[in-house]
């Protein structure tokens, strides 16, 4: 029983510290790709996330794109899905069974969706070839699976942590309005090229993800680290006692 508990622990704790990692370093390498942009210089509430792992140089949807680090950000795209999935699974115990199912589930699909993101760049040739429908695709997953996974943890964790399942329900409810916004304002403005709302939405869906990330892993490793020191301090009365 003890090495059970001690193995279901250590899931917790490596949970949790890749829940706090995977945002830190997805959003450092959002912030290396985007500053080696210079003609033109990429702007944060105009050029979508994806324009960062675009390969070439050229026109994509009516604005142009050059990302000379793009191997950096689709790298990103790929280490964050893969992280995301496993840190899902690695913490789905400490939620109900019903939650955590669906927190599982999700959690692949959001990681399958950056895979796809990562593979298939947004580029002008993938717009020419068809392969834009597997990027776009993969995008859909990963911000609405991420959503919806903050949104079903918030569920799971609102009984034993009040304020952590309020906060991801409402992070997630933001997330997903924003990235239903998103996919709204690009039909409607698909003709004109002015993409800074769809951008400005984008990265709010997106972000919103990353915030529920750093919450979840924050709070995960404090409460098994207070817990593994409470569990020492009973050990050591024991001994003193016996």
């Known amino acids: 029983m003890p090495a059970q508990i001690g193995a279901h622990r250590a899931r917790a704790l490596a949970g949790s510290l890749l829940l706090i990692l995977n945002p830190l370093l997805y959003l ?14 990429y702007r944060y509430s105009f050029n979508a996330i994806s324009d960062l792992g675009v390969p070439s140089c050229g026109d ?8 000379p680090r793009h191997a950096v950000m689709n790298t990103a795209f790929l280490t964050h899905g893969v992280v995301f999935a496993v840190a899902a699974i690695l913490l789905t115990p400490l939620l109900a069974e019903r939650p955590a199912r669906r927190v599982r589930v ?6 399958a969706g950056l895979l796809l993101v990562g593979t298939f760049p947004g580029s002008p040739e993938a717009v020419a070839d068809g392969t834009i429908a597997l990027h776009t695709s993969g995008a859909a997953l990963a911000i609405f699976g991420g959503n919806l996974a903050a949104i079903g943890a918030g569920v799971g964790l609102r009984r034993a942590h009040r304020r952590l399942g309020t906060a991801l329900l409402a992070l997630g409810a933001a997330g997903t309005l924003s990235v239903l916004v998103m996919f709204v304002w690009a039909a409607i403005v698909a003709s004109s090229g002015v993409i800074t709302g769809v951008a400005v939405a984008e990265r709010t869906s997106v972000y919103t993800i990353m915030t529920a990330e750093l919450l979840v892993g924050i709070a995960m490793f404090t409460s098994i680290r207070r817990r593994s020191t409470q569990l020492r301090c009973r050990r050591q009365e024991r001994s003193i006692t016996a």
């Open 60 to 67: 994509l949807a009516g604005h142009p794109v050059c990302s």
């Open 28 to 41: 450092t390498a959002e912030g290396v790709s985007a500053a080696a942009w210079s003609h033109p210089a």
């Open 106 to 111: 999700l959690g692949v699909v959001t990681g």
